[in-house]
Nanobody, 119 residues
C-alpha cells in the first residue's frame, strides 16, 4: 500500500521559515518524481515545486521562486520543502505527490498539512 505522509505544517508569522516533510512508503522511491502542491481556501490546487527521480531536474511555480527549495533523501524515502520568507498568500494545505518517472500524471497523494502565515 502506497502511503505519503506530510508533516511540519503550522502557524507562523510573515517572513518566517518552515520546512515540510513527506515520508513515502509502498513504492520504489528512486523511480518516482516527487512534488509539492498546495490549495488555498476557495482556490484550486496548484503546483508548487517538483524534483525528478534522480534529483536532476527541479521545477517551481513563479510565486515561490527564490523562497522555496525542494530536496529528497533517497536513503530515507523522504522529500522536503524548505520555505523561507513566508507570506500570507502562502497560506494553504500543502500536499505531497508522487508520479512514476517519465510519466505526466501524479498518481499518489498525501492527505496534506496546513500552513498558515499570519501578518
Amino acid at each position: 500500500q502506497v502511503q505519503l505522509v506530510e508533516s511540519g505544517g503550522g502557524l507562523v508569522s510573515a517572513g518566517d521559515s518552515l520546512t515540510l516533510s513527506c515520508a513515502v512508503s509502498g513504492l520504489t522511491f528512486t523511480t518516482y518524481d516527487m512534488a509539492w502542491f498546495r490549495q488555498a481556501p476557495g482556490k484550486e490546487r496548484e503546483f508548487v515545486m517538483s524534483t525528478s527521480w534522480d534529483s536532476g531536474r527541479a521545477e517551481n511555480t513563479e510565486a515561490v521562486k527564490g523562497r522555496f527549495t525542494i530536496s529528497r533523501d533517497n536513503a530515507k524515502n523522504t522529500v522536503a520543502l524548505q520555505m523561507t520568507g513566508l507570506k500570507p498568500e502562502d497560506t494553504a494545505i500543502y500536499y505531497c505527490a508522487a508520479r512514476p518517472r517519465y510519466r505526466a500524471q501524479y498518481d499518489f497523494w498525501g492527505r496534506g498539512t496546513q500552513v498558515t502565515v499570519s501578518t
